[in-house]
Nanobody
Framework: QVQLVESGGGLVQAGGSLRLSCAAS????????MGWYRQAPGKQRELVAF???????NYADSVKGRFTISRDNAKNTAFLQMNRLKPDDTAVYYC????????????WGQGTQVTVSS
C-alpha cells in the first residue's frame, strides 16, 4: 500500500520559515519524481516545485529564491524548505510522487495546512 505522509505545516508570521516533509512508503522512492503542490481556498491546485529522480529541480516563479525542494533517497523522504513566507503562500500543501517510466504511477498525500499571517 502506497502512502505519502506530509508533516511540518502550521501557522507562521510573514517572513518566517517552515520545512515540510513527505515520507513515502510502498514505492521504490528513487524512481519517482517528487513534487509539492498547493491549493488555496477558491483556487486551483498549482505546482510549487518538483525534484526529479536524478535531482533536477524546478520551481514556480512565485517561490523561486524562497523555497528549496530536496530529497533523501535513503530515508524515502522529500522536503520543502520555505523561507520568507508571505500571506499569499497560505494553502494546503500536497506531496506528489510520479513515475513517468512504465508502468507509470501517480500518488498524492493527504495535504498539510500552511497559514501565513500578515
Amino acid at each position: 500500500q502506497v502512502q505519502l505522509v506530509e508533516s511540518g505545516g502550521g501557522l507562521v508570521q510573514a517572513g518566517g520559515s517552515l520545512r515540510l516533509s513527505c515520507a513515502a512508503s510502498g514505492i521504490i522512492f528513487r524512481l519517482y519524481r517528487m513534487g509539492w503542490y498547493r491549493q488555496a481556498p477558491g483556487k486551483q491546485r498549482e505546482l510549487v516545485a518538483f525534484i526529479t529522480n536524478v535531482g533536477n529541480t524546478n520551481y514556480a516563479d512565485s517561490v523561486k529564491g524562497r523555497f528549496t525542494i530536496s530529497r533523501d533517497n535513503a530515508k524515502n523522504t522529500a522536503f520543502l524548505q520555505m523561507n520568507r513566507l508571505k500571506p499569499d503562500d497560505t494553502a494546503v500543501y500536497y506531496c506528489n510522487a510520479q513515475k513517468v517510466i512504465q508502468p507509470v504511477a501517480d500518488y498524492w498525500g493527504q495535504g498539510t495546512q500552511v497559514t501565513v499571517s500578515s
